[in-house]
């Protein structure tokens, strides 16, 4: 079995690695039975690595310096991106010992509801999913509400209908965001300890990205997260996020905004300002909870991270109960055209933007590739050849992944940390990532290293020229 007929399923155990010169994924099993190894992982049978005996075990000490070198490398590329999904909500809520609360499970309709499960059905199975969701069904629902509000100028009956309908969308979206909110509620109600160690991983998390210097491009970090949770960690992380909203009671979603930035002036210092450090730009690509539409207007609300309902929040001035259903949530779609409605458009257009330049690097994190909207602007990245793509996952369950690594084609220009080793928060964190720090320090070490020892000679070697009496050559 050589490593392309590996299956595209592979089991919960299998690790997946593709990184540095690798021509094909690596896949690793764990050992079970007696061994006299004390690593925990092994090649799969069949499975050919150039770097690797088919008889060695490996784990963290032996992976550490074949990863991290690479992705520490990677990270210093001219423009950075991260992409993040849902498998960043579900880590942390594992590391904070609760469970998720928020269910995709699909709803019930009263009045069309075997046509809107048969297209969403339909667009699930496009998608590369077996089953549709509540999001494929509320993104059909719409569609059909769109078709309904036509034909009801002119026949009252099916204007009652699309008005039952409205009603009946609008308690689906919002059981749908109190179930997020609740989700969030669970985690920062847990154990205070738990919940420490969770957002401590947050923050390293983000800050390996993050930290960047200010001479170089803004790392970007997109989400297609409804939940605040990356906001909240980048507040502890003293992480300034620079998004398209501008103002501080109710910011307002402005198209103009994008290249707004951070600057300072060093004391006694004359010359062009300097970038601050630990900025970074955030876009959240399919909406938030705290997203909502008045008078035309893309509106963020303070609803805090947890609250328990969202509906005292819009009982402020100005917001009334029609505005409260144009709550900014936007479900996965399979079809490119639904992202060009207003503010979708601005979002994808800085995503596109943002990767599709070369020297470019973008890292997935808990993204199963089932956003094909999404899926065809990597794909245009890649066809850039100082392009790379670098995917994280705790798993593979649906095989979309490894279908999409062999559609892309662009091994050399791909990254694989697949796995429940490879790809679990804390493991990634505590082994893997870069330093969440601006690491002039070690840089500087090295070159102190490099310029001391440049003949070649190791410390032993130059104690002995001097026992010696020799002559030691710098």
């Not at 010169?21 to 079970?32: A, E, F, M, S, W």
């Not at 008889?55 to 950075?80: M, N, V």
């Not at 103002?247 to 979603?253: D, E, Q, T």
Request: proline share 5%; net charge negative; charged share 25%.
């Amino acid at each position: 079995m050589s490593n392309d007929k590996t299956p595209m399923k592979i089991n919960s155990d299998t690790q997946i690695l593709k990184c540095r010169d690798d021509k094909t994924p690596i896949y690793l099993t764990p050992i079970t039975e007696p061994s006299s190894c004390t690593e925990p992982f092994k090649l799969l049978d069949g499975c050919k690595c150039d770097w690797l005996k088919e008889e060695d075990c490996l784990g963290p000490a032996k992976l550490r310096p074949r990863i991290e070198p690479w992705l520490t490398a990677l990270f210093q590329s001219e423009h950075l991106s991260l992409l993040m999904g849902s498998g960043l909500s579900r880590a942390l809520h594992q590391i904070a010992d609760v469970k998720d609360i928020a269910t995709m499970d699909s709803a019930k309709f009263t009045n069309y509801n075997s046509e809107i499960n048969a297209k969403a059905k339909k667009s699930a199975s496009e998608a590369g999913r077996d089953n549709c969701n509540i999001e494929d069904q509320i993104r059909v629902t719409n569609e059909l509400l769109r078709g309904l509000e036509i034909l009801a100028e002119t026949d009252e009956a099916i204007d009652k209908k699309a008005a039952s309908l409205r009603t009946e969308l609008k308690c689906v979206l919002d059981d749908f965001a109190e179930s997020i909110l609740k989700d969030e509620n669970e985690l920062i109600t847990s154990n205070e300890e738990d919940l420490e160690q969770a957002f401590n991983y947050l923050v390293s998390f983000l800050m390996s990205f993050a930290s960047r210097t200010g001479t170089r491009d803004r790392l970007q970090i997109f989400t297609t997260n409804y939940d605040r949770i990356i906001e909240a960690g980048a507040e502890l992380a003293g992480l300034h996020l620079l998004d398209r909203f501008v103002g501080s009671l109710a910011p307002i979603f402005r198209s103009s905004r994008l290249d707004v930035d951070m600057h300072y002036n060093p004391p006694g210092i004359r010359g062009e300002p300097r970038y601050l450090e630990g900025v970074a730009r955030f876009t959240k690509l399919h909406g938030s909870l705290d997203w909502i539409d008045i008078g035309k207007n893309i509106r963020r609300i303070g609803l805090p991270l947890g609250a328990e309902s969202i509906d005292p929040y819009l009982k402020a001035p100005g917001l009334t109960d029609a505005d409260a259903l144009q709550l900014m949530i936007y479900p996965n779609s399979a079809k490119d055209r639904e992202t060009a409605a207003y503010p979708y458009v601005d979002l994808f257009r800085d995503f596109a933007a943002a990767i599709c330049r070369p020297n470019s690097t973008i890292i997935s994190y808990g993204y199963s590739f089932c956003d094909e909207h999404i899926n065809r602007v990597i794909e245009d990245m890649l066809t850039i050849p100082s392009t790379h793509l670098v995917v994280i996952a705790h798993g593979d369950p649906l095989g979309r992944i490894m279908q999409t690594y062999k559609k892309l084609g662009r091994n050399a220009q791909i990254t694989l940390l697949i796995g429940d080793h490879l790809g679990d928060f804390q493991t990634l964190v505590d082994n893997y990532l870069p330093k969440p720090a601006i690491d002039r320090t070690t840089f500087r070490m090295v070159e102190i290293l490099n310029s001391r020892w440049a003949t070649g000679q190791t410390e032993s070697q130059e104690k002995k020229n001097d026992s010696d009496g020799g002559e030691t050559v710098v």
